[in-house]
């Protein structure tokens, strides 16, 4: 679903929780979402709306909708747009993101720069009296490499003593999935894809060795809210209540934003070399033949001008980037973590790509539909369809890595309706050996010939070249006409 808001924001506690009122929509607590088309609506509680009209008027939300770190949003009529406004108090509408992320899909760099983009907010938000009150990654989304918040209904006025209700959020939703990958070199993508609410406080506090107890925030941020949440889990103490009791100082909450943000800038990732990490640079082609392939690729997406391309098994992005001349969006997909980070930093440090995404989706086990009723989160196909489909030195580990049928594939690759260029590399292919190597060959179907003839019961091949003296042969091939 290419919707700007296709799953709810979280709750300060952490339950992202929608209810589907009907097709096409979404309530939360802050309003109800809802899609006419390509339009992407959202109806305001009379709170909700109160708030909206409090953003407009603060320097800040314009300065950023300007530049697109927040969402495009603007107030419309209900009755000129032919929109019932129900029990809503006012109607807004967003601009449209060209395809939906989620965080256990980002690298490394997408995540710490999310972080740093909602702590940023938050500092702007506090100056003009104002607060996030939600503090989920699921609020931000991409324009390409450029992080856009989308959540409007969570800035709120900051009433006098109220404390930072996001900050356990932001703990374990950011800043803990960021410390693991950092200080122990784990992946957190599987923590933020097994758990909505993210890492809890007690597990990570679980996961720091006593060494950790001296890196930067882990007393602070780990130990001391483990030890928080677990005196006051059980006790039914209202702790908001107490600190605005109390008279929580505004001060103090900047005070907290500026330091995670000093944090989490410092975090980095250990120099860790993936399997495929340095492909671009050690692939087996010499550049003869990986020009005739690059040439290929380019005369193929030139064919016409492509709304959506896919590129599976993108690596670092070379392909991508040549799609990307003749297409709206690309999104880009590998399973190695490393070789979409650096794809990352390498568009961040250029021209800052807005129209390339590059995600990290093991396309054997891919992100499938979550949440409740399975509608919180969607699949891969769910938020759009490609018009186009990179597969380039990709089919070999899909059958022989990932024990897929070659026929399968093909199949899921014709049921997106997508045009394809797709790569088949041969079993005298020195990779294909290396991969047959420590394993019993039960490949069968992994053959030159029964390759093309399930292409071409599938497509349309419209052009076709041997590369590496025959070891590989490239297609191009369009869905077949429908009759």
Same mark, same amino acid.
Request: neutral net charge.
């Given at each position: 679903?290419?919707?700007?808001?296709?799953?709810?924001?979280?709750?300060?506690?952490?339950?992202?929780?929608?209810?589907?009122?009907?097709?096409?929509?979404?309530?939360?607590?802050?309003?109800?979402?809802?899609?006419?088309?390509?339009?992407?609506?959202?109806?305001?509680?009379?709170?909700?709306?109160?708030?909206?009209?409090?953003?407009?008027?603060?320097?800040?939300?314009?300065?950023?909708?300007?530049?697109?770190?927040?969402?495009?949003? /603007? +107030?419309? #009529?209900?009755?000129?747009?032919?929109?019932?406004?129900?029990?809503?108090?006012?109607?807004?509408?967003?601009?449209?993101?060209?395809?939906?992320?989620?965080?256990?899909?980002?690298?490394?760099?997408?995540?710490?720069?999310?972080?740093?983009?909602?702590?940023?907010?938050?500092?702007? =938000?506090?100056?003009?009296?104002?607060?996030?009150?939600?503090?989920?990654?699921?609020?931000?989304?991409?324009?390409?490499?450029?992080?856009?918040?989308?959540?409007?209904?969570?800035?709120?006025?900051?009433?006098?003593?109220?404390?930072?209700?996001?900050?356990?959020?932001?703990?374990?939703?950011?800043?803990?999935?960021?410390?693991?990958? !950092?200080?122990?070199?784990? #992946?957190?993508? &599987? /923590?933020?894809?097994?758990?909505?609410?993210?890492?809890?406080?007690?597990?990570?506090?679980?996961?720091? +060795?006593? %060494?950790?107890?001296?890196?930067?925030?882990?007393?602070?941020?780990?130990?001391?809210?483990?030890?928080?949440?677990?005196?006051?889990?059980?006790?039914?103490?209202?702790?908001?209540?107490?600190?605005?009791?109390?008279?929580?100082?505004?001060?103090?909450?900047?005070?907290?934003?500026?330091?995670?943000?000093?944090?989490?800038?410092?975090?980095?990732?250990?120099?860790?070399?993936?399997?495929? +990490?340095?492909?671009? %640079?050690?692939?087996?082609?010499?550049?003869?033949?990986?020009?005739?392939?690059?040439?290929?690729?380019? !005369?193929?997406?030139?064919?016409?001008?492509?709304?959506?391309? /896919?590129?599976?098994?993108?690596?670092?992005?070379?392909?991508?980037?040549?799609?990307?001349?003749?297409?709206?969006?690309?999104?880009?997909?590998?399973?190695?973590?490393?070789?979409?980070?650096?794809?990352?930093?390498?568009?961040?440090?250029?021209?800052?790509? %807005?129209?390339?995404?590059?995600?990290?989706?093991?396309?054997?086990?891919?992100?499938?539909?979550?949440?409740?009723?399975?509608?919180?989160?969607?699949?891969?196909?769910?938020?759009?369809?490609?018009?186009?489909?990179?597969?380039? =030195?990709?089919?070999?580990?899909?059958?022989?890595?990932?024990?897929?049928?070659?026929?399968?594939?093909? #199949?899921?690759?014709?049921?997106?309706?997508?045009?394809?260029?797709?790569?088949?590399?041969?079993?005298?292919?020195?990779?294909?050996?290396?991969?047959?190597?420590?394993?019993?060959?039960?490949?069968?179907?992994?053959?030159?010939?029964?390759?093309?003839?399930?292409? =071409?019961?599938?497509?349309?091949?419209?052009?076709?070249?041997?590369?590496?003296?025959?070891?590989?042969?490239?297609?191009?091939?369009? &869905?077949?006409?429908?009759?």
């Amino acid at each position: 679903m290419s919707a700007v808001l296709s799953q709810a924001a979280a709750t300060p506690e952490g339950a992202a929780f929608v209810i589907q009122t009907e097709p096409g929509s979404y309530r939360d607590r802050n309003g109800c979402v809802f899609y006419r088309g390509n339009r992407i609506f959202r109806g305001l509680s009379k709170a909700a709306l109160e708030n909206w009209e409090a953003l407009q008027r603060a320097p800040f939300f314009e300065a950023n909708r300007k530049s697109g770190k927040i969402v495009d949003t /603007w +107030s419309v #009529d209900p009755q000129k747009e032919g929109l019932a406004e129900g029990s809503w108090a006012g109607i807004v509408e967003h601009a449209r993101i060209p395809f939906i992320s989620y965080p256990y899909e980002w690298p490394f760099g997408m995540l710490k720069d999310a972080a740093l983009l909602h702590l940023d907010l938050m500092c702007q =938000a506090l100056a003009c009296g104002m607060i996030l009150r939600d503090s989920s990654p699921y609020n931000i989304q991409w324009n390409g490499v450029h992080p856009v918040f989308i959540d409007i209904p969570s800035f709120a006025p900051l009433r006098k003593g109220e404390p930072w209700v996001g900050y356990r959020q932001f703990c374990e939703l950011f800043l803990y999935p960021l410390m693991l990958q !950092a200080y122990k070199g784990a #992946d957190f993508r &599987p /923590w933020l894809r097994g758990r909505i609410d993210g890492i809890p406080a007690e597990d990570m506090r679980r996961l720091m +060795s006593a %060494r950790d107890l001296l890196r930067p925030g882990v007393l602070l941020h780990v130990v001391a809210q483990s030890a928080l949440q677990q005196r006051y889990s059980s006790k039914g103490v209202n702790v908001k209540s107490q600190l605005a009791t109390a008279g929580f100082d505004k001060s103090l909450i900047k005070r907290n934003v500026n330091k995670l943000a000093d944090l989490v800038a410092k975090l980095v990732p250990p120099p860790i070399k993936t399997e495929w +990490s340095d492909y671009d %640079r050690t692939h087996s082609y010499d550049e003869k033949e990986f020009q005739r392939k690059l040439e290929f690729v380019r !005369a193929a997406a030139a064919t016409r001008r492509w709304r959506l391309v /896919w590129d599976l098994g993108c690596n670092t992005g070379t392909f991508s980037r040549v799609a990307a001349e003749h297409a709206d969006y690309v999104v880009a997909m590998d399973g190695d973590w490393m070789a979409i980070e650096r794809f990352y930093q390498h568009e961040k440090a250029g021209a800052a790509s %807005r129209t390339i995404l590059p995600l990290v989706v093991n396309l054997a086990d891919a992100s499938p539909n979550q949440g409740w009723r399975g509608a919180e989160r969607k699949g891969l196909a769910e938020r759009g369809r490609p018009e186009l489909t990179l597969c380039l =030195a990709l089919i070999h580990h899909i059958v022989i890595s990932a024990n897929i049928p070659l026929a399968d594939f093909i #199949d899921w690759l014709a049921s997106l309706g997508t045009a394809v260029v797709i790569e088949f590399v041969g079993r005298d292919d020195e990779m294909v050996q290396i991969l047959l190597a420590n394993r019993d060959d039960q490949y069968d179907d992994y053959q030159p010939d029964i390759f093309r003839q399930l292409l =071409a019961a599938r497509f349309d091949i419209r052009a076709e070249q041997d590369l590496k003296s025959g070891k590989r042969r490239i297609y191009f091939a369009e &869905p077949k006409a429908k009759l």
